[in-house]
């Protein structure tokens, strides 16, 4: 199966693929300006926590490199003022966040500039390789719970596009499908960005994965009438509680699967649980741009004149959250003490 590499890093250069053109262009983003990186987050043409994570780690990257250039004398001050800019781009994700925090402790110890800058770009080399060897191992663990003859729903993106590679969510349903289980997976088109119909679709396919495609309402019917067996999402941040925060529309299917006796699973690394926020209530909502809605392949399809609403994150309260799949193993409540104890290292609940 070849590997999709959303993320590359060659001749000096951040390679994207541009995620707005998919399926029906595979076009490749050469950036070579911190501000460039800020841009293509900013515009979605790499989205999905992992991937924001390394992205950030590279633009810090990049960053610390022009900044190296052309004025080295004020360079942490400057890498300071980027790495706000960075984690800006798209506030609810936590990894972006996560990500330059850690390059900045690293920055702060290095006193040469351009040392400063190589430093920075070997550490987004660590964690893109990090990135992809913690999903291989989440799809690991996440796989024992997909059986022979069910059927998985999926929302959103949160495959290798969404990752340095292999996926969160859709990289348990690999890991599975390539142990020999067989299943159905069924996905949302997850409006109004597409990613389901877009980026899930596109990605299914290349991997020989059976799947059905359905408009976001019809989810609901499909969890009543028991079409599914369990339902998997990625996570953009999950609290210190277990509230997790991923694409709109992921609360309805959380709410309609408890409804429905249908367990409802979280595949996510642990460097997005933000042990800093109790709760999803701290957690930031962005709202993105109306014409995201009211337009459709860059036709207007909503009537002028109205007031339009575009959050594109919602959070789920962790007691609908069946289990939260981590690189570390499967962890389940209490999450409040479950989720610190994998983050630090002690492993306690990880079964």
Known sequence: MAEIQPI?????????????????????????????????????????APALGVTAAYAMALAARQI????????????????????????????????????????????????????????????????VAANRRMGQHGARLLRDGDAVLTHCNAGALAT???????????????????????????????????????????????????????????????????????????AANGDTANKIGTYTLAVVARENDIPFYVAAPTSTVDLSIASGEQIPIEERDPSEVAQLGGVRTAAEGLEIRNPSFDVTPHRYIGAIITEEGIVREPYSTNLAAVVTGTHAGVR
Request: hydrophobic share 45%.
């Open 8 to 48: 590359v890093w060659a001749s000096n250069k951040l390679m994207l693929l541009d995620q707005t053109k998919l399926p029906r262009q595979e076009i490749v983003l050469e950036l070579t300006d911190y501000r460039q990186v800020v841009a293509a987050i900013r515009e979605m043409r790499v989205r999905g």
């Open 68 to 131: 190296a250039e052309e004025d080295p004398s004020h360079f942490l001050p400057l890498l300071k003022e980027a790495a706000e800019e960075i984690k800006a781009a798209r506030p609810t994700a936590v990894n972006a966040s996560w990500a330059v925090d850690r390059l900045l402790v690293l920055v702060e110890a290095e006193a040469d500039p351009p040392a400063a800058s190589q430093r920075l770009l070997a550490e987004a080399q660590a964690m893109q390789e990090d990135d």
């Open 164 to 238: 340095a590679g292999y996926g969160t969510a859709l990289g348990v349903i690999r890991a599975a499908w390539e142990g020999g289980t067989r299943f159905q997976v069924y996905h949302t088109e997850t409006r109004p960005f597409l990613q389901g119909a877009r980026l899930t679709a596109w990605e299914l396919v290349k991997m020989g994965i059976p799947a059905t495609l359905v408009v976001d309402s019809a989810a609901g019917l499909l969890l009543k009438e028991h079409s599914v067996q369990c339902v998997i999402v990625g996570a953009d941040r999950i």
